[in-house]
């Protein structure tokens, strides 16, 4: 069963910048399209990035375009998102998942990381 750990969170001034990590425990990372949630405190879950399976293909959630960006390493089994100009908003828990059938939808994600929590305040 493919295993996810997300790393990098922390906390961070507003206007700064963290970068997460998720790392799974195969090398068939490749297959799986990857998709970055968060979920702040009293919220629900939300997307907030997608990357296919190759890379080819990323989406972002509206209020991260143009801040965050996904990217993968397959040869290193990881997914990246950087995250710029954060904002006390972004702060909450960030989930990688994985996705066995390239889908980026909440329900299509077939495997989950435990979360990592990043808080943007001054």
């Known amino acids: 069963q493919l295993q996810l750990v997300e790393s990098g969170g922390g906390l961070v001034q507003p206007g700064g910048s963290l970068r997460l990590s998720c790392e799974a425990s195969?090398?068939?990372?490749?297959?799986?399209?990857i998709g970055w949630f968060r979920q702040a405190p009293g919220k629900e879950r939300e997307g907030v990035s997608c990357?296919?399976?190759?890379?080819?293909?990323?989406n972002y959630a509206d209020p991260v375009k143009g801040r965050f960006t996904i990217s993968r390493d397959n040869a290193k089994n990881t997914v990246n998102l950087q995250m710029n100009s954060l904002k006390p908003e972004d702060t909450a828990i960030y989930y990688c998942?994985?996705?066995?059938?390239?889908?980026?939808?909440?329900?299509?994600?077939?495997?989950w990381g435990k979360g990592t929590l990043v808080t943007v305040s001054s």
């Open positions: 998942a994985a996705s066995s059938s390239n889908s980026c939808s909440y329900s299509g994600m077939n495997y």
């Open positions: 195969e090398s068939t990372l490749g297959y799986y399209a």
């Open positions: 990357i296919s399976s190759r890379g080819w293909s990323t």
